[in-house]
């Protein structure tokens, strides 16, 4: 029941980003689409970074249920908020070739096993898995027959030619990165601290520092937009500023604890703020200026598009850096270990001193040497995830440098949102007068 009830609320929930998007492109005005925006970031940016601190909350002093209650509760509201606060859509006559839903579920059905094949692949051993290559040859297989269906029959109510701009190929591969790099406060830094044994409640206060300033960074970098900045510039920024934060914690070592984490979890919000507003005003402002708004169906596609690389960059970014994580740890664990050899005086002068402490807790010397060994054991262990998450910060700090990289190469556009505003403001007496 628990899973045919998430199946629902995916499906449902899966319409949100898309129609978001499309929403602010039609009907907000131009003068209050960055902050729109900014708002936006909040949200999202902000829900990914407290959930570990509310989940943790939840489970220490309420009940794990709550972690669904709270969707049940909050979905009417924002029900009652689309219901009453987005116009309805005028629905034009039907005219052309009528849409291919068949097309539709060949590639929602391609593009969730897909999914399931790498959300499970470290955990089923990747091909020497029969589980995971059966869910990559059927994702792979329903996917050719979305493609060859489009090829011999185009749908209508998809513009994919539209989507053949760098200005919007570039921003898909930056958005793919940032999603990566948003790994380090949803994912690094968690995992950093539960190794030491720490649960959601003791090292979601490191992840707070990160979400609690974005609420007001995001509509900070709005600000910015209105006053002329280019986005592309507050986008590199953005991951200009993740990468020094990276860089800075990759001086982590295994005493580290929530605390150490705090003035870099702040570089992270003002970087992840401004990161995510300049990557989607971006979006936006590409929108506007390749035609995107001439055509409803351009703008679903645009949002759809925009919506599976969050998707897959989400998903691929954790599967990436889940892989690296495990295949490094064992790599350090070989190297420290080179260090730790039976009959190594330094060993032996360890694991002595270990057992000379806990003989008087234990059954007799043999117990307490196993003990001592088993304590030392979990010590390289531990140095070795250590090791392992300064290469993971490392690893996220390149892939922002690369990012600017890729930053450097998207085109100007004619027009900001300075300008844009501007242009509203002088439209609107021009429309009264109309009127009148």
Known sequence: MLIVLLVIAGLSSGTFYPLTISFALLNIPLRYLALTLGVYATCIEGAVNFAPSLYGFYREHLSWTWMFWTSALVTPVIAACAYYGIPAPRRPAPSGPKPSFRGFLYLSAGLSLLFVALDQGQRLDWWRSGVFTALMASGTFLLS?????????PNPLVDLPYLRQWNTIGPAFALFAFRFVLLATAF???????????DAAQFGPAVLWTAAPEMFLAVFAAHLLNKGLDSRLLMALGFATIAAACLVNAEFTSAWAAENYFRTELLMAVGQSFAFVGLVSTFILQAFFSGGLDSPYRVLTFSAFLHGVRIFGGQVGTTLMGHFIAEQEKVHSYLVGLHVQPGGWITEHTVG???AGLAGRSTGTAGAAGRAVGLVAGNVRLQAY???FIDAFHLIAWTSVATLILIATLRRFPLNFRDLAALDAGARPARKSDQS
């Open 145 to 153: 027959c979305a493609i060859l269906r489009r090829m011999r029959a």
């Open 188 to 198: 690094v830094i968690p995992q950093s601290l539960a190794v030491r044994g720490l």
């Open 353 to 355: 001193l270990v057992t």
């Open 386 to 388: 250590s090791l392992t």
